[in-house]
């Protein structure tokens, strides 16, 4: 998919997802392109955390809430920074403005791919200690 036609038909999918796994392959392709968004420094401060079992993202789930999202998604990214990372003497730190575009890549990579998602972070700030943001991707092709 062409990008311009990816930025327009990328949107928040809060419903239902299939429940078909996410190859390997995929899930490389979305995760490079959020490794490849800028940072800056080039610091590439957001740890990436790929979860596509199911037992565990049952477990999330339990945590964040019964949605049909994450009753349903087949592969979620949490996406991690530190919340008050130390500034290297003369420097500046950027964790969530490098997290958000690694974010958005990944929201664009999943949508050429034909995946929906969903960038989920509100009550995550509430629910856990980790300051992230998480993403929810499925195999709903050609929606
Ligand atoms: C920083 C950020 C946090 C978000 N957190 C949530 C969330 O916790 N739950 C949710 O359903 N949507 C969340 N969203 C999705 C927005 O609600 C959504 O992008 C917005 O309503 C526009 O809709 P669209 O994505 O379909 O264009 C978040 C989006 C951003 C950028």
Same mark, same amino acid.
């Given at each position: 998919m062409e990008l311009f036609e990816a930025i327009e038909r990328r949107h928040s999918?809060?419903?239902?997802?299939h429940d078909s796994p996410v190859?390997?392959?995929?899930i490389r392709?979305?995760?490079?392109?959020?490794?490849?968004?800028?940072?800056?420094?080039? %610091?590439?401060d957001t740890t990436f955390v790929i979860v596509d079992d199911r037992d565990l993202i049952a477990?999330? &789930? &339990?945590?964040? @809430?019964?949605?049909? !999202?994450?009753?349903?998604?087949?592969?979620l990214i949490a996406c991690i920074v530190e919340k008050e990372p130390q500034a290297p003497e @003369?420097?500046?730190v950027f964790p969530i403005e490098n997290c958000a575009a690694a974010v958005e890549n990944m929201l664009l990579a999943a949508t050429a791919l034909g995946y929906a998602s969903?960038?989920?972070? @509100? %009550?995550?700030?509430?629910? !856990?200690?980790?300051?992230p943001s998480a993403n929810c991707w499925a195999s709903k092709r050609g929606w």
């Open positions: 999918y809060r419903g239902a997802y190859p390997e392959s995929d392709r979305i995760a490079q392109a959020g490794i490849q968004a800028p940072s800056g420094y080039n %610091s590439q477990k999330i &789930a &339990a945590i964040l @809430g019964n949605t049909p !999202v994450f009753r349903t998604a087949p592969l @003369g420097r500046m969903l960038w989920y972070d @509100g %009550s995550l700030r509430r629910k !856990v200690a980790i300051r």
